[in-house]
């Protein structure tokens, strides 16, 4: 773990003095295992949350696309978290694969739009099944990500939302969910982004 660490270090230091990311609401985030609910604006994302969190250990879905690259990017994702869903479709299969080995990580990070968008856009349900699964809460975050020559980065936590343990949710009352977690992150893309937390 801790050559992982000072991996993530020499990799994100060059990136933090590029993005100068300013921190919001970072306190917001629990002490205990949690679940990261993020936009996806830039490529750049996966990388900016091991940035706000070097000495985490981060758990992040992506799409197995990422991983068409050669040996040493690929154990170079791995380092920062990232693993490629389990099946194409998602994910009954991957999110059982996260509980099973859930103790094993402090952040569980989640791209709900599944792409890149340039504004927020329709969310999939992955973080919040995993939430009523595993009973952990989301916190909803929002990134705005430019380099320090156009304004640097903004990185934006929300409140946590404590969703609680219920397997036997309908497809209804996780769209709800789904919603009012969707806009949460819009209303954090609307705040402030100066000074950091």
């Excluded at 696309?65 to 994702?77: D, P, Y």
Aim: net charge positive; charged share 20%.
């Amino acid at each position: 773990m801790l050559f992982v660490w000072l991996f993530k270090l020499t990799a994100v230091i060059p990136l933090a003095l590029f993005f100068r990311p300013r921190i919001r609401g970072k306190k917001n985030v629990p002490k205990t295992p949690c679940i990261l609910a993020v936009n996806h604006g830039a490529a750049m994302d996966p990388v900016l949350i091991n940035v706000a969190f070097p000495f985490k250990r981060i758990y992040m879905l992506t799409t197995k696309k990422l991983f068409n690259c050669n040996r040493l990017h690929q154990w170079e994702l791995k380092q920062m978290g990232c693993r490629p869903r389990l099946s194409p479709s998602g994910d009954m299969e991957t999110l059982n694969e996260i509980v099973r080995n859930i103790k094993n990580y402090e952040l569980i990070s989640f791209f709900p739009e599944g792409m890149i968008k340039s504004s927020v856009g329709s969310f999939k349900s992955g973080a919040v099944m995993l939430a009523l699964t595993s009973g952990l809460p989301i916190v909803p975050v929002y990134i705005r990500t430019a380099p320090f020559f156009r304004g640097g980065t903004a990185i934006t936590f929300g409140k946590p939302m404590k969703i609680g343990i219920n397997g036997l949710a309908d497809a209804k009352e996780i769209e709800i969910i789904n919603q009012k977690l969707r806009k949460k992150i819009i209303m954090l893309s609307d705040k402030k982004t100066g000074g950091c937390v």
